[in-house]
């Protein structure tokens, strides 16, 4: 088990200051807020402009043994919402860096990480209206593209299996003629687009986005890809 986890909650917009208050209640020293727009699942809804969204994300880093109350926070706080009303997802976090604390690798017994035997707590999610959180083998695939894209991402993802996904508006840090990162030209106005998907379906996601002809060009784009370990639905369970 990692020492960090980093937790990424989709809500409605708004709806940031809930979730952020339950977490910070339960123990998180806060966490930092996108505006997203989620994109429909049905790709008809999206083509005739319904079925978007204003959605908050909101991102926190957590110690690996206090993630879990402070999902169980998280749950509660949101079980009065409507049925589908946000997702948690769960990442491990193998390294983190604050000011005033040494680099932490994320692994027990290296310098400047956490142990104890709290690091051995299983790693599962709290039990939501009397079901256990999904624990599926899914994937995180993060896209990130020139401005005015991700909606062309998201359809060719659709047709390889994907369902729907989020997209944070975003920008570079230099100029276009200016530094690379893995090849890929850090220039503003940017989005990134976010997919979970089932591992089994990952690869296909990806080659699709890969061929798409608006990342053709060489240093157009990015994808990758990361481990979900735990997602859970938030909301009413009926």
């Not at 339960?26 to 930092?32: D, L, R, V, Y």
């Not at 110690?63 to 998280?74: F, N, R, V």
């Not at 991402?153 to 994907?162: E, F, L, N, P, T």
């Not at 996601?205 to 370990?229: H, K, M, N």
């Amino acid at each position: 088990m990692s020492a960090f986890k980093l937790l990424f909650v989709n809500v409605p917009h708004g709806k940031s200051e809930l979730v952020s208050r339950a977490a910070v209640q339960a123990g998180s020293f806060g966490g930092t807020v996108a505006l997203g727009r989620g994109i429909s699942p049905s790709a008809l809804l999206s083509a005739l402009g319904f079925g978007d969204s204003t959605r908050d994300i909101l991102i926190i880093l957590s110690a690996g043994w206090e993630y879990l109350p402070i999902c169980q926070a998280i749950e509660e706080a949101c079980r009065q919402e409507k049925k589908a009303f946000g997702q948690l997802l769960v990442l491990d976090a193998d390294g983190m860096a604050k000011s005033g604390t040494p680099f932490s690798t994320g692994e027990t017994g290296k310098t400047g990480s956490t142990g104890g035997a709290d690091m051995e707590q299983k790693a599962t999610i709290p039990e939501q209206n009397g079901e256990k959180a999904r624990q599926a083998s899914l994937s995180l695939i993060t896209v990130v593209l020139n401005k005015g894209y991700a909606d062309d991402a998201m359809a060719a993802a659709r047709k390889a299996g994907a369902g729907g996904g989020t997209v944070i508006n975003a920008r570079g840090t230099a100029r276009e003629d200016d530094a690379k990162f893995f090849g890929v030209h850090i220039v503003p106005e940017k989005e990134m687009l976010m997919i979970v998907v089932p591992q089994e379906k990952r690869d296909a996601v990806l080659e699709a986005v890969r061929t798409l002809p608006c990342l053709a060009e060489p240093g157009s784009g990015i994808a990758f890809s990361a481990p979900v370990e735990n997602f859970t639905q938030l909301g009413k369970s009926s």
